[in-house]
């Protein structure tokens, strides 16, 4: 290498270096990031050297992921943005003087309180004051974030309530509280969505309703002038229809659907001001959850008919868990019960531990879900790069497999100029899990850093700007919604998957999976469902896709890109219903 290429490579490091602290502070550089590392890379390719080869820039990138993270902790730790979070409960904050200086819906909605008002006030509402604010003049003298927890006496129900303060310090450094209560509030239309969810009656929605707010069944009874044993009768009706088999497990359902409902009622809300989305059609589905055999818990929806014959969907790296409303109707229509797994890492689903395989733990997880569902086998339906865990479970478990339908599926790479073809953005992210693995982690936080501060619609622009299949497709307001909606499980107000992305990403791009294709020929039925706009499998490569697997059924489509699922599902319900049973 010269003295004047060295020199240019050491300048291109150094704008690197700065460039990445710039990203640190301020996520929305990222792509001017991108841009000036796939320079440095390609320029260390091209001098024979290695591309992960960056000894210079790799301290930089960890302190710097130490920065990002801090600041997005810091973002999320003041009272106010935790309060955004707490969807269920009465909660509020108050400040030095116990003055209510903010307050959440629920506590409007059941205590009446709002910024201006005294903690004596909730006192009269709610419970008697003087232990309320002894308790919360404690909690602000001390120096620790552990919350202070008060079990007082109801003055309304005569139940016992539990009040948590938790002392933060506010923008201007001063000490406030932020007070969780267990008053719970119902919505006006929740009853309804209830018994149209699970066929109640609706003594069996009230019973609900009573035991979500801390009744026991004798005081249930009393209230509603029936014996302990019609309510305890009511109750086993409960559990059946919606499959629950203890009432902490009831009690977990019914808060997972309070928190769908509430999060559809909030989209219209915080749509318009957001740019996202000004109405909601989805309709809300139970986020329920499975103990796994090495005791991590596994989150999964069920879209379409709950009672419909099963095909499982796998819903991208991205977390899309929600089809567009017309689908999922004409999913329920066809009979179609599609199970929707939320992977390891993303929503509540336990991470996968330690070092293990995690395609391999994924696999496992999928198959625990499967038997826990009596599922025999059943058509698998992959998005994107998720076609490699599809594989890999047909390799497995083949017997539960029953069809593979991939959309806008990958297949393993078989060149270089396989992952030069890719759309920037793609062509960043494999190139960073191969050749630099070890600074992947930031790369990825601050592309989610970028995602939650631009918002989604803002994000996707990024990603998909080369593409007008896709920025179409993500235009029409059901696609949107979906996509916004269901990605909540990758990335939200209060949760980032980043590190499950990560992980993931890693295995898919590090790990051989072409004998899991191989395995495949002459087994079981495989299709793929492709378009001729898709930023990370363009047309050429497409084409020696179809060369290099002639036993695979390619349908190709020129109007449609990644997104393809989301604007053809009318094309993949048949091949679904093909392969049901």
Same mark, same amino acid.
């Given at each position: 290498?010269?003295?004047?290429?060295?020199?240019?490579?050491?300048?291109?490091?150094?704008?690197?270096?700065?460039?990445?602290?710039?990203?640190?502070?301020?996520?929305?550089?990222y792509e001017a990031l991108i841009d000036r590392w796939q320079s440095?890379?390609?320029?260390?390719?091209?001098?024979?050297?290695?591309?992960?080869?960056?000894?210079?820039?790799a301290p930089h990138v960890a302190r710097a992921g130490q920065t990002?993270?801090?600041?997005?902790?810091?973002?999320?730790?003041?009272?106010?943005?935790?309060?955004?979070?707490?969807?269920?409960?009465?909660?509020?904050?108050?400040?030095?003087?116990?003055?209510?200086?903010?307050?959440?819906?629920?506590?409007?909605?059941?205590?009446?309180?709002?910024?201006?008002?005294?903690?004596?006030?909730?006192?009269?509402?709610?419970?008697?004051?003087?232990?309320?604010?002894?308790?919360?003049?404690?909690?602000?003298?001390?120096?620790?974030?552990?919350?202070?927890?008060?079990?007082?006496?109801?003055?309304?129900?005569?139940?016992?309530?539990?009040?948590? *303060?938790?002392?933060?310090? %506010?923008?201007? $450094?001063?000490? +406030?509280?932020?007070?969780?209560? @267990?008053? #719970?509030?119902?919505? =006006?239309?929740?009853?309804?969505?209830?018994?149209?969810?699970?066929?109640?009656?609706?003594?069996?929605?009230?019973?609900?309703?009573?035991?979500?707010?801390?009744?026991?069944?004798?005081?249930?009874?009393?209230?509603?002038?029936?014996?302990?044993?019609?309510?305890?009768?009511?109750?086993?009706?409960?559990?059946?229809?919606?499959?629950?088999?203890?009432?902490?497990?009831?009690?977990?359902?019914?808060?997972?659907?309070?928190?769908?409902?509430? *999060?559809?009622?909030?989209? %219209?809300?915080? $749509?318009?001001? +957001?740019?996202?989305?000004?109405? @909601?059609? #989805?309709?809300?589905? =139970?986020?329920?959850?499975?103990?796994?055999?090495?005791?991590?818990?596994?989150?999964?929806?069920?879209?379409?008919?709950?009672?419909?014959?099963?095909?499982?969907?796998?819903?991208?790296?991205?977390?899309?868990?929600?089809?567009?409303?017309?689908?999922?109707?004409?999913?329920?229509?066809?009979?179609?019960?599609?199970?929707?797994?939320?992977?390891?890492?993303?929503?509540?689903?336990?991470?996968?531990?330690?070092?293990?395989?995690?395609?391999?733990?994924?696999?496992?997880?999928?198959?625990?879900?499967?038997?826990?569902?009596?599922?025999?086998?059943?058509?698998?339906?992959?998005?994107?790069?998720?076609?490699?865990?599809?594989?890999?479970?047909?390799?497995?478990?083949?017997?539960?497999?029953?069809?593979?339908?991939?959309?806008?599926?990958?297949?393993?790479?078989?060149?270089?100029?396989?992952?030069?073809?890719?759309?920037?953005?793609?062509?960043?992210?494999?190139?960073?899990?191969?050749?630099?693995?070890?600074?992947?982690?930031?790369?990825?936080?601050?592309?989610?850093?970028?995602?939650?501060?631009?918002?989604?619609?803002?994000?996707?622009?990024?990603?998909?700007?080369?593409?007008?299949?896709?920025?179409?497709?993500?235009?029409?307001?059901?696609?949107?919604?979906?996509?916004?909606?269901?990605?909540?499980?990758?990335?939200?107000?209060?949760?980032?998957?980043?590190?499950?992305?990560?992980?993931?990403?890693?295995?898919?791009?590090?790990?051989?999976?072409?004998?899991?294709?191989?395995?495949?020929?002459?087994?079981?039925?495989?299709?793929?469902?492709?378009?001729?706009?898709?930023?990370?499998?363009?047309?050429?490569?497409?084409?020696?896709?179809?060369?290099?697997?002639?036993?695979?059924?390619?349908?190709?489509?020129?109007?449609?890109?990644?997104?393809?699922?989301?604007?053809?599902?009318?094309?993949?319900?048949?091949?679904?219903?093909?392969?049901?049973?």
């Open positions: 290498m010269s003295d004047g290429a060295r020199g240019d490579d050491k300048h291109l490091e150094e704008d690197v270096i700065h460039r990445i602290y710039e990203v640190a502070i301020d996520p929305s550089r440095l890379m390609n320029r260390r390719l091209m001098e024979g050297g290695e591309a992960g080869d960056l000894p210079g820039v990002l993270g801090r600041l997005m902790e810091a973002e999320e730790r003041t009272a106010e943005a935790l309060l955004s979070t707490i969807q269920h409960n009465a909660a509020f904050v108050v400040d030095e003087g116990l003055v209510v200086t903010a307050a959440n819906r629920a506590a409007t909605a059941s205590l009446g309180l709002a910024a201006g008002a005294r903690l004596g006030d909730l006192g009269r509402l709610l419970v008697e004051p003087a232990p309320l604010e002894d308790g919360a003049r404690r909690a602000l003298r001390g120096n620790s974030a552990a919350p202070h927890i008060l079990r007082l006496h109801g003055s309304r129900t005569g139940r016992t309530v539990l009040v948590s *303060f938790r002392r933060l310090l %506010g923008e201007s $450094g001063a000490p +406030e509280l932020l007070a969780i209560t @267990s008053e #719970l509030t119902w919505p =006006p239309a929740f009853g309804e969505l209830l018994r149209e969810t699970f066929d109640l009656t609706g003594a069996e929605t009230e019973v609900m309703r009573a035991l979500a707010e801390g009744t026991s069944l004798t005081d249930i009874a009393s209230a509603r002038g029936r014996s302990v044993e019609t309510v305890r009768a009511q109750l086993k009706s409960v559990m059946g229809k919606t499959e629950t088999s203890s009432q902490i497990e009831l009690m977990r359902l019914t808060l997972s659907m309070l928190e769908i409902a509430r *999060f559809s009622e909030a989209q %219209g809300d915080m $749509g318009e001001a +957001e740019g996202e989305i000004s109405r @909601s059609g #989805l309709a809300a589905r =139970p986020v329920q959850s499975l103990a796994l055999p090495d005791r991590r818990e596994m989150d999964y929806l069920i879209l379409g008919d709950p009672k419909g014959q099963p095909c499982l969907y796998l819903p991208l790296d991205y977390g899309l868990t929600r089809w567009p409303a017309s689908a999922e109707a004409a999913a329920r229509r066809a009979g179609i019960k599609v199970i929707v797994p939320i992977r390891a890492g993303y929503g509540r689903s336990t991470p996968v531990p330690g070092k293990a395989d995690v395609l391999a733990t994924l696999v496992a997880d999928h198959i625990a879900l499967l038997d826990a569902l009596k599922v025999k086998a059943l058509p698998v339906i992959a998005m994107g790069d998720d076609a490699a865990l599809a594989f890999r479970l047909h390799a497995m478990a083949p017997e539960r497999v029953s069809a593979l339908i991939c959309c806008a599926g990958v297949l393993p790479l078989a060149s270089a100029e396989q992952v030069e073809r890719m759309d920037k953005w793609y062509r960043f992210i494999m190139a960073g899990a191969r050749y630099t693995p070890h600074l992947l982690p930031f790369m990825v936080q601050a592309g989610f850093a970028l995602a939650r501060k631009a918002g989604k619609r803002a994000f996707l622009e990024s990603v998909y700007q080369n593409s007008a299949a896709d920025m179409a497709t993500f235009q029409v307001p059901e696609v949107f919604e979906a996509l916004v909606s269901g990605s909540d499980v990758a990335l939200s107000k209060t949760h980032m998957a980043n590190e499950a992305f990560t992980r993931e990403l890693l295995f898919k791009v590090n790990t051989d999976w072409k004998p899991d294709v191989a395995f495949a020929e002459g087994r079981v039925p495989v299709h793929y469902l492709s378009g001729l706009q898709d930023p990370q499998v363009p047309e050429a490569t497409l084409r020696e896709h179809q060369r290099d697997y002639p036993w695979i059924d390619f349908r190709i489509y020129p109007d449609a890109g990644q997104l393809l699922f989301f604007l053809k599902w009318r094309e993949v319900l048949p091949l679904i219903l093909r392969y049901l049973g």
